[in-house]
């Protein structure tokens, strides 16, 4: 499933490309928790939305395939028991008058039981989460 947005935000991009390694402003992420580091440099959190009915927090593994001034390329590997979602997330950030337009495009894939859930709600579901926690992280930068 493709998933794209945009908001504008009053980080600077380098402020926001300053985030990947960053664990203690990640740990300010009020949907996250248990922020890391792992051995290859990724990071390791529990994320959990608030954008749903009830809390379901998910592992999730935040490795940078590509970082530029102009942007960022990330692959997120979450899973939730049987559960299994995949993102792509290509990120852009371009100066704006009050800070930094950040565009972002997701290829997301789901595996296991929540793949059975009607495309519509996973896509609401997912789409949400995914501007949820693009708008927390940014406010952090």
Known sequence: MN??????????ATALLALHGGVDALAAVPTLRDVRLDGSGNVRAVFT????????????????QQAG?????????????????????VLGFTPGPQGTYVSWAADVAIRGPAATVGQRVVRDLVSSALEEILHDTAAVA
């Open 49 to 64: 939305p608030r954008s749903t009915f009830v809390p379901m927090p998910f592992s999730i593994t935040v490795a940078v």
């Open 69 to 89: 001034a102009e942007g960022v390329v990330l692959s997120v590997h979450g899973t939730r028991g049987p559960t299994a979602v995949d993102v792509m997330l």
């Open 3 to 12: 998933l794209s947005g945009r908001f504008e935000t009053s980080a600077a």
